[in-house]
């Protein structure tokens, strides 16, 4: 545990630290010109926040100053998010849920900074004055210390348009859906406060480097498209019946599209560092923007993929990995099942009943910083010792596995093909642990027609799909949960962590009790941590059932049910510290099928179905090759 925690804080800091690492090559004599701008509004900040301290007593006033400092800080909010990610998250704007911080001590972080105020001031209760004062002074403190932080550090120009890119990311995934702003719901009018500072850095980036050429040309379109955008923002800012789909795939993609050209057209670098999303692409949400890398602890081998990922495949299908030698990895992740099995929970190990929890599906798996429903793995290669050596699935060890594997001329020609750059090559565990991860990342869908649509493809989602995915990310707010455009709960843009959640499933599809699987609970034995789960990917959901971590729901009906009520609370029996709104969705019976049809439209398996092929063979253990391919059960 303790080297997890130590594993997410470098990570994070190294998140932080990248950009002002960027100080070495820096164009020194621009140094200001972008950040004088985020040092103004970061002024204005500061000025709301401390009007609104000293006027607080006055409720008009305040929500004025309030609404005001929020404008200042959504002009900066792509600068803040990026180059202090922790505070952004912490202190100043993360949800309005306990945060299961793995960086703080104890864990959680209440919910602080503008949401606590926002909550404060507009929840309908009465105010608190010394909880608000108390927020109001913690956040005057945060934003000085930025302000104190910003004064000294310089960023290259090519990191302010990237940080554009993730701000768009940041728009289409966060702010559209509800992830701040939850009493005001003034989440489409703060996306236009974020698109006029993207205005004002392109007036800077024009005053720095002209409009000779082609650049004009850039500059205009970038600036047409912006204000495209923020036509359609105010034509319908009302947060429930907001068409984010279209307002994604016609003006946000437009954008990030502009802005890539106008990157390439001044010629500027990009960032070197592995970052989660390739930003120098045509697309903003596509397969091809994904990094499957980044995901991997592997970092420095990146030759042979492809041999390690077709080694991994026959692995992964090769009952040889389990005691008995009857269990593959596909007896319970099944290709034409979306790699789920279909049962509740899966078939134990020489089949003595079932084991605890439902098969999730491993397509798109590899975009998670956790595995398992309880985050106990936290990287895909760690997962596999887990389950070889798990004694009710496949009853094994890594160590045995490679003893055995050594007795296949096949296999030993295939690693020592596959893994040429490892001082052992040849079969170890490490090199059984890589080539399997290396399948698991092709496991990738990200052309349903959901995605197709994204693409432009209009035809591709009717318009009960596309109500679908707004109220999705809108009114039910499945969207601040699972986050677009994966659908699961890696946070974007960085995709540094999944996160867990408390929603109260039941022990049964009866929704009469709560399941007593101590999730998340196991791992960090925080008790804030009872019964919080990792949120998966709903991509494929249409045929992965049945659904949760005990499979309780047969259909995805029951699962709309579930949080129509309010989850556990909303079926009233008690659920300590549910991270779930309890209240009712009130979402009409059409509606719910609305999204139903949604996220039937996620559905993509193309290319990843199997036909059974021949198993490597062992030469001097005839009796391994009766081995049945995918497993006997
Ligand atoms: C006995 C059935 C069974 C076998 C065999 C099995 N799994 Fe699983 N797998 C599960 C179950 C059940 C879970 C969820 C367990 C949990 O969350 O506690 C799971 C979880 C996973 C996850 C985590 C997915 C996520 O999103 O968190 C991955 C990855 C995975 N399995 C890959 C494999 C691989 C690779 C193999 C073979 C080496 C394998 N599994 C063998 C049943 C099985
Ligand atoms: C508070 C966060 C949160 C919200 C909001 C949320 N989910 Fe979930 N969702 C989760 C978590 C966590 C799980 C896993 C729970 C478990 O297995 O115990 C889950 C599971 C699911 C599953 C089952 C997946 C599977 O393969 O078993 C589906 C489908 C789903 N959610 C759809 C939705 C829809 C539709 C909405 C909106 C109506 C929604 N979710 C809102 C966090 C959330």
Redesign the pocket.
Known sequence: MKFSILFCLLLLTVGALMSIRENSDAVVEQKFAFNNYVLSELELVIDELKDFHAERADSSKSTAHYFKARIHYKHIEFFVEHVSPVQAKYQINGALVPKFSEYEEGFIVDPCGFQRVEEILFSGEEIDSVGLENELLDLITVFQELKNAYLSISLSDYLYLEMLQLQLVRIAAMNLNGYDATFTKTNIQEVDENLKSMLEMIKLFRLKFGTKGELKKKFQALNKDIQNAQKFLRKNPNFDTFNRLDFITFHVETINRDLVLLHRTLGLPWSEHKQALHLNSDRLFSNETLNPQFFSIYYSDESNLEKQAALGKLLFYDPILSANNERACSSCHQPDKAFTDGLRTSQAFNQDGFVER?A??LIDAVYQKAFF?DGKAYQLEQQIRDVVHNEREMGSKLSDVVLKLRKSDEYKALFRAAFTVQKDAGISEYAIQKAITEYEKTLISMNSRFDRYLGGERNSLNQREINGYNL?AGK???G???FFPLFNGTVPPYFMDSEY?I?G?PATGENKSLDLDKGRYEVTKVQKQMYA????S?RN?EL?GP???NGIYTD?KQ??QF?QKGGGEGFKYPVPNQ??PFDS?ELSDREQED?ILF?KALTDTSGLAQKPFKLPSFESSPNLNARVWGGKY
């Open positions: 439902n999730p599906t429903y999705f039910a707010l499945c601040s949960c699972h959640e929603l499933v789960f990792k949120t998966p709903i959901c992965t659904y949760m971590h995805l699962v709309l949080y991270t779930l969705l999204i996220l």
